[in-house]
């Protein structure tokens, strides 16, 4: 049992690249999230899942996109990578969304963009 | 909107002390509260999950209580350790879950 998976662990990009950073869970979780971590701001959610088909904003949004075809996969895209979006990107699941059973986390993509 | 606020941002204490770190939010109509460790480089694993009917839940030498009425949780950290050195994240569900910036605590040997 692996829990979440994030890959990669670290990526340097140049402004303008695109990349997907990818999310695995082998819990059988429906509810999947991404999270960016900025220092000074805490935990900020970008995108969520309900289950497979099904995916919703999150509060920045803005530059990333999401697609949730599989319950255990849960890729995030940056479609055009600025600075701005340097940060460390988490992802995490639990059984059911709005926080009532207890959310697991992978160990996090740290993304530099130049 | 839900803020979610940690007092103190940092910590410092020497081994063996007993220690607290607060929690406050501002809407009270929560499912639950969770508590969250954080180590450098690392993701969040979750320490504790008090539900909005409880008012305390332990696990060993963590203790977490919960006053919905005052928007405030506190973890008491038990004859702290070096290996305890890590920061330290509330959360509360709702629309999203909204994270406090955390408490970075260092145990001196």
């Known amino acids: 049992n692996a829990g979440v998976t994030q890959t990669p662990k670290f990526q340097v990009l140049k402004t303008g690249q695109s990349m997907t950073l990818q999310c695995a869970q082998d819990?059988?979780?429906?509810?999947m999230s991404w999270y960016r971590q900025d220092p000074g701001m805490g935990l900020r959610l970008i995108h969520y899942?309900?289950?497979?088909?099904?995916?919703d904003q999150g509060e920045v949004p803005n530059g990333y996109n999401v697609s949730r075809s599989t319950t255990e996969d849960f890729p995030l895209r940056l479609l055009s990578a600025a600075p701005s979006q340097t940060s460390v990107y988490f992802c995490?699941?639990?059984?059911?969304?709005?926080?009532?059973?207890?959310?697991?986390f992978g160990p996090g993509t740290r993304l530099l963009v130049l | 909107k839900q803020e979610v606020t940690q007092i103190p941002a940092a910590l410092s204490v020497p081994e063996g002390e007993n220690l607290v770190l607060n929690c406050s939010f501002t809407?009270?109509?929560?499912?639950?509260l969770q508590w969250f460790r954080q180590d450098p480089g690392k993701g969040l694993t979750s320490l504790l999950l008090?539900?909005?009917?409880?008012r305390e839940q332990t696990s060993g030498r963590l203790n977490a209580s919960l006053d919905k009425s005052s928007g405030r949780s506190t973890l008491y950290i038990a004859a702290s350790q070096p290996g305890d050195s890590a920061t330290y994240l509330c959360?509360?569900?709702?629309?999203?879950?909204?994270f406090g910036t955390g408490t970075s605590l260092t145990v001196i040997p």
């Open positions: 819990m059988n979780h429906e509810y």
């Open positions: 809407d009270s109509a929560i499912y639950n």
């Open positions: 899942s309900v289950g497979a088909g099904i995916t």
């Open positions: 995490a699941s639990s059984y059911a969304p709005d926080g009532q059973e207890t959310q697991y």
């Open positions: 008090i539900q909005s009917s409880q």
């Open positions: 959360a509360v569900p709702g629309n999203q879950f909204y």
